[in-house]
T-cell receptor, first 109, second 113 residues
Framework: GIQVEQSPPDLILQEGANSTLRCNFS?????LQWFHQNPWGQLINLFY???GTKQNGRLSATTVATERYSLLYISSSQTTDSGVYFC???????????FGEGTQLTVNP | ETGVTQTPRHLVMGMTNKKSLKCEQH?????MYWYKQSAKKPLELMFV???????ENNSVPSRFSPECPNSSHLFLHLHTLQPEDSALYLC????????????FGNGTRLTVT
């Protein structure tokens, strides 16, 4: 299976700051998703982004499949953005998703 | 009403007990999944069902037994668990089999004593 590496493992921000989270894959993926897990354990799907760029409010994501990475941008961070951000990738559409170990984000007021 | 509902939210059970976790999705999806999340570990896939048929069993011990009676419901039957099975168990669903966004439930926090 593929290897997924997320960076940084931990990130502490002041409210209002911007940040970039990165996900590297050992192989080209054809199915890439970003998730946010809040402090209560709920996992929310942020983006389904096999390639290209998508934006949703203050969040945006870019995947460059041929370069084997994806980036998640958080602008004007808020305390409610705190939690763990996971990326997950699959080699082909229909193959198992492999999750990274996550980036623990803390946004302080 | 949330798209994927899991019950119970918390469960404490002894090693000799038998219990079941329940998952229900209201999204009209065709694929359902069980994941295990242990502390300091990435999410681990346990089972996958597509159109009510098990399509993947990721080398899970037989003390975990899944059941998918229809495309909206998924169960995980537990018996003679070990303390190391304590974890957050997450159910997810997707429209297609691994080719569309995964939607997770709130999870069941399981403690085995």
């Amino acid at each position: 299976g593929i290897q997924v590496e997320q960076s940084p493992p931990d990130l502490i921000l002041q409210e209002g700051a911007n940040s970039t989270l990165r996900c590297n894959f050992s192989d080209s993926v054809n199915n890439l998703q970003w998730f946010h897990q809040n402090p209560w354990g709920q996992l929310i799907n942020l983006f389904y982004i096999p390639s290209g760029t998508k934006q949703n409010g203050r969040l945006s994501a870019t995947t460059v499949a041929t370069e084997r990475y994806s980036l998640l941008y958080i602008s004007s961070s808020q305390t409610t953005d705190s939690g763990v951000y996971f990326c997950a990738g699959g080699l082909t559409s229909g193959s198992r998703l492999t999750f990274g170990e996550g980036t623990q984000l803390t946004v302080n007021p | 009403e949330t798209g994927v509902t899991q019950t119970p939210r918390h469960l404490v059970m002894g090693m000799t007990n038998k219990k079941s976790l329940k998952c229900e999705q209201h999204l009209g999806h065709n694929a359902m999944y069980w994941y295990k999340q242990s502390a300091k570990k990435p999410l681990e896939l346990m089972f996958v069902y597509s159109l009510e048929e098990r399509v993947e069993n990721n080398s899970v011990p037989s003390r975990f037994s899944p059941e998918c009676p229809n495309s909206s419901h998924l169960f995980l039957h537990l018996h003679t668990l070990q303390p190391e099975d304590s974890a957050l168990y997450l159910c997810a669903s997707s429209k297609g089999f691994y080719n569309s966004p995964l939607h997770f439930g709130n999870g069941t926090r399981l403690t085995v004593t």
